[in-house]
């Protein structure tokens, strides 16, 4: 089973490049941030 550490270590490369999308650690889990455009 994968463990949400090993699933940011195999995407962790296309998270750097991806400027649109953040991932936070939160206390019930990881959360996943995505930015389209500018804010209003």
């Given at each position: 089973?994968?463990?949400?550490e090993?699933v940011?270590?195999?995407?962790?490369?296309?998270?750097?490049?991806?400027m649109e999308?953040?991932?936070?650690?939160?206390?019930y889990?990881y959360?996943?941030v995505?930015?389209?455009?500018s804010?209003?």
């Amino acid at each position: 089973m994968l463990t949400f550490e090993k699933v940011l270590e195999i995407f962790e490369d296309y998270l750097a490049q991806d400027m649109e999308l953040e991932v936070y650690k939160s206390r019930y889990g990881y959360v996943c941030v995505s930015f389209n455009g500018s804010p209003p």
